[in-house]
């Protein structure tokens, strides 16, 4: 594949630029269990991944759970602090965002403030400056496309001619629904003991990569 035939790259952050997954979603499983709710990683990662706080917050009230109303806070906080504390750059993901020719920005489920935390710790930061587009920014997030549509927008490119890095079915479903090609990440922590070229090819990933060094390799 040309790499010239894009005309923007739009990056996930958790799970594609940051190996983070396992630490947010043993957070969420902590915060939950603290309301009374009980939910273990692998569920967490099997229902959770790639979404945001408030569709996780709405998933349990449709349950009949009485979401507490500082939930979210309470889980950002947890979650900011594993960040601070523990958080790593998927490996060689400074190296490909270094040599990119293509324009190239974020778009996260998560908060911008968590977004900012993960680059600047990690180092990151640099590469993206303030093309960062997060949910919050849309009225619905993954995997309904608007997010990836408001990103393309925002830097002047055409949905036809942007390429997604997701590492989550709901982001590829979404970037798919944009009109968008959509590469799998597969080589977070998060998918060791789980075959995630299946879960992201069934997803309608177009192609499936566990580890950034190949990002260009065979595609």
Known sequence: ????????????????????????????????????????????????????TSAITRHYRELGHAMLVDFPSRLKSRVLMAFEKALHPVSDVDMILSGLRAPFCVASSSDIDRVALSLDVTGLRTHFG??????????????????????AEQMGAKPARTLVIEDSPSGVQAGKAAGMTVWGFAGGSHYRGRDGQAILSGAGADRV???????WKDA
């Open 1 to 52: 594949m040309d790499p010239g035939q894009f005309d923007l790259i739009i990056f996930d952050c958790d799970g594609v630029l940051v190996d983070s997954e396992l630490l947010s979603c043993q957070c969420l499983s902590d915060e939950l269990s603290e309301s009374g709710i009980s939910l273990t990683l692998a569920q967490a990662l099997e229902l959770f991944l790639g979404r945001s």
């Open 130 to 151: 303030d093309r960062i587009y997060t949910a919050q920014m849309v009225r619905h997030g993954k995997p309904a496309p608007d997010l990836f549509l408001y990103a």
């Open 209 to 215: 990569f566990a580890r950034m060094i190949d990002f």
